[in-house]
């Protein structure tokens, strides 16, 4: 009786686990939405990533919660903001606490088989996969140095040869090959490098774009002059921050012969005719943003073709009905507006990022949500879709309804951001504020910076025209304050930020 019992369960057990979805998760580093076909870009073409949006919906207002690499993917396992899970920063950060609960590792209990590819950029090792093989760090664009669990041994170490965006798609092809239990529903992970700085494009896109001019965007040449002192002070313009690597005026490290003779018949007629010419200062910043945005852009197509492969497996080995695909990146970037390049602010293309998602009955093809998203939400969508059970304490919502076209009537009206990272890379300063999606209140809120903005996003998209103070904003003002003051006590943010988000220097031991 008892050997009947436990048939009847272990078969209830497998065919639930036929019902639930597998879950691909394809995130990206740095990735602007104003270069996705789907999102309306005029300077690139995104098939394989448009797919997604054409099978699937496409969400317009996706806001990430602290627009900086690894807080962001913190924030995605967890569900929860920065002062939840404590990971605030790029720089001088204690590791990821990777003993609290995650959503991979309640899929994990929940039944799923789980793996993680590529850039991972939490310092310490991932939990809740069954494999990982990462980047550490940062990673590199070629012959990457990879860390994983293959043998159940945490830390293994070796050098991959080739592009870094195709090794990781061949991993990642490679592992659903060799998945240990194909009746079990599984979660892959596969987050690439690309396209964060410094750029670097594959052999196969290195000719894309090399007879084109790709247009600039009107703020290019913007001047600071009537702005805040927070962004007069910032470092990230193409005009002056862009190193002589970023720019391709030297090349990468530790390319094989074969990849320098390719990299070098790319990039040196090009670098001797700018040695053969005076540029004036304008002209040299154009020259510059060309040369930025076509590599930023052959980085994307690599992804691209990855994406495509990945479809491509799923729909030939019969998964695609039965498997959400999401695609998302860690925050925008800027592609030139404002004269800049990098993210971090609280501005239109740092705070806003690409979310694509394609679930077969659920999300109608080709549909579209102008409804608030954000990354803080993937933890909470996976577990609903696993049916498993979602800790009260995170923070996000399950995308599910709106997926399937309905918007509750309590859904988010508005949303809570916060950078903490200054002094920091690029000389961005401490802010946070609250945007309803139509207008933008921030606050820059240290001793010698405290500075409030307020922009009017339908009047205003370029976010250039300060409204703050102004009379006949006084009733936005204060239903924005009001807003910003509900959201800081819903979230539990602290009035003073914790010792542990203050950047720190190598120099300088956590904890001091």
């Given at each position: 009786?008892?050997?009947?019992?436990?048939?009847?369960?272990?078969?209830?057990?497998?065919?639930?686990?036929?019902?639930?979805?597998?879950?691909?998760?394809?995130?990206?580093?740095?990735?602007?939405?104003?270069?996705?076909?789907?999102?309306?870009?005029?300077?690139?073409?995104?098939?394989?990533?448009?797919?997604?949006?054409?099978?699937?919906?496409?969400?317009?207002?996706?806001?990430?919660?602290?627009?900086?690499?690894?807080?962001?993917?913190?924030?995605?396992?967890?569900?929860?903001?920065?002062?939840?899970?404590?990971?605030?920063?790029?720089?001088?950060?204690?590791?990821?606490?990777?003993?609290?609960?995650?959503?991979?590792?309640?899929?994990?209990?929940?039944?799923?088989?789980?793996?993680?590819?590529?850039?991972?950029?939490?310092?310490?090792?991932?939990?809740?996969?069954?494999?990982?093989?990462?980047?550490?760090?940062?990673?590199?664009?070629?012959?990457?140095?990879?860390?994983?669990?293959?043998?159940?041994?945490?830390?293994?170490?070796?050098?991959?040869?080739?592009?870094?965006?195709?090794?990781?798609?061949?991993?990642?092809?490679?592992?659903?090959?060799?998945?240990?239990?194909?009746?079990?529903?599984?979660?892959?992970?596969?987050?690439?490098?690309?396209?964060?700085?410094?750029?670097?494009?594959?052999?196969?896109?290195?000719?894309?774009?090399?007879?084109?001019?790709?247009?600039?965007?009107?703020?290019?040449?913007?001047?600071?002059?009537?702005?805040?002192?927070?962004?007069?002070?910032?470092?990230?313009?193409?005009?002056?921050?862009?190193?002589?690597?970023?720019?391709?005026?030297?090349?990468?490290?530790?390319?094989?012969?074969?990849?320098?003779?390719?990299?070098?018949?790319?990039?040196?007629?090009?670098?001797?005719?700018?040695?053969?010419?005076?540029?004036?200062?304008?002209?040299?910043?154009?020259?510059?943003?060309?040369?930025?945005?076509?590599?930023?852009?052959?980085?994307?197509?690599?992804?691209?073709?990855?994406?495509?492969?990945?479809?491509?497996?799923?729909?030939?080995?019969?998964?695609?009905?039965?498997?959400?695909?999401?695609?998302?990146?860690?925050?925008?970037?800027?592609?030139?507006?404002?004269?800049?390049?990098?993210?971090?602010?609280?501005?239109?293309?740092?705070?806003?990022?690409?979310?694509?998602?394609?679930?077969?009955?659920?999300?109608?093809?080709?549909?579209?949500?102008?409804?608030?998203?954000?990354?803080?939400?993937?933890?909470?969508?996976?577990?609903?879709?696993?049916?498993?059970?979602?800790?009260?304490?995170?923070?996000?919502?399950?995308?599910?309804?709106?997926?399937?076209?309905?918007?509750?009537?309590?859904?988010?009206?508005?949303?809570?951001?916060h950078f903490y990272e200054y002094p920091g890379s690029h000389s961005v300063r401490k802010h946070y504020g609250v945007t309803d999606g139509r207008f933008k209140l921030i606050h820059f809120y240290e001793p010698d910076v405290n500075e409030w903005e307020l922009y009017d996003l339908h009047n205003d998209r370029a976010e250039v025209v300060n409204l703050y103070g102004r009379k006949t904003y006084a009733t936005v003002q204060a239903k924005m304050h009001a807003e910003l003051d509900r959201l800081?006590?819903?979230?539990?943010?602290?009035?003073?930020?914790?010792?542990?988000?203050?950047?720190?220097?190598?120099?300088?031991?956590?904890?001091?």
């Amino acid at each position: 009786m008892q050997r009947s019992l436990l048939l009847i369960f272990l078969l209830a057990t497998v065919s639930f686990a036929a019902q639930r979805p597998n879950i691909v998760l394809i995130f990206t580093d740095d990735h602007a939405y104003q270069a996705i076909g789907a999102y309306g870009s005029r300077i690139n073409e995104t098939p394989n990533i448009d797919r997604i949006a054409r099978e699937g919906m496409r969400f317009d207002r996706c806001y990430v919660t602290n627009s900086i690499c690894g807080p962001c993917r913190a924030t995605v396992l967890t569900g929860k903001y920065s002062h939840k899970n404590g990971y605030y920063n790029n720089e001088g950060q204690a590791p990821f606490d990777n003993m609290q609960v995650t959503f991979p590792l309640l899929l994990q209990g929940a039944g799923y088989e789980t793996a993680l590819i590529g850039k991972w950029h939490l310092q310490s090792n991932p939990t809740g996969f069954h494999h990982w093989n990462i980047l550490p760090n940062q990673g590199q664009y070629y012959n990457p140095v990879m860390v994983s669990n293959v043998g159940h041994i945490d830390g293994l170490t070796e050098v991959r040869i080739g592009y870094t965006t195709e090794l990781l798609t061949q991993l990642a092809l490679k592992w659903f090959e060799n998945r240990i239990a194909k009746d079990r529903p599984f979660l892959l992970m596969l987050q690439h490098k690309a396209p964060h700085r410094p750029w670097e494009p594959g052999p196969k896109q290195l000719g894309m774009y090399e007879d084109e001019k790709i247009p600039e965007p009107a703020s290019l040449f913007e001047e600071y002059s009537q702005r805040g002192k927070a962004v007069r002070e910032q470092d990230m313009t193409i005009a002056e921050t862009m190193t002589a690597g970023d720019l391709k005026l030297t090349e990468p490290e530790g390319l094989t012969p074969e990849q320098l003779e390719a990299w070098n018949a790319a990039y040196e007629p090009g670098n001797a005719a700018l040695r053969g010419v005076k540029l004036s200062k304008q002209d040299l910043v154009r020259w510059k943003y060309q040369r930025y945005i076509k590599d930023y852009l052959r980085c994307v197509a690599a992804v691209d073709d990855s994406v495509g492969q990945v479809l491509d497996y799923l729909d030939e080995s019969g998964l695609a009905e039965n498997t959400i695909v999401v695609y998302c990146s860690d925050q925008g970037f800027y592609l030139g507006e404002h004269g800049w390049f990098d993210k971090r602010w609280m501005y239109e293309e740092s705070l806003r990022t690409p979310l694509l998602v394609r679930w077969p009955g659920v999300a109608k093809a080709g549909s579209y949500t102008e409804a608030i998203s954000s990354p803080l939400d993937l933890a909470e969508t996976f577990l609903d879709a696993a049916g498993a059970e979602i800790p009260v304490d995170m923070q996000g919502r399950s995308l599910r309804p709106l997926l399937g076209g309905e918007t509750p009537a309590d859904w988010r009206k508005s949303f809570y951001y916060h950078f903490y990272e200054y002094p920091g890379s690029h000389s961005v300063r401490k802010h946070y504020g609250v945007t309803d999606g139509r207008f933008k209140l921030i606050h820059f809120y240290e001793p010698d910076v405290n500075e409030w903005e307020l922009y009017d996003l339908h009047n205003d998209r370029a976010e250039v025209v300060n409204l703050y103070g102004r009379k006949t904003y006084a009733t936005v003002q204060a239903k924005m304050h009001a807003e910003l003051d509900r959201l800081r006590k819903e979230l539990e943010v602290p009035e003073v930020d914790p010792p542990e988000s203050i950047v720190r220097r190598a120099s300088q031991p956590v904890g001091q």
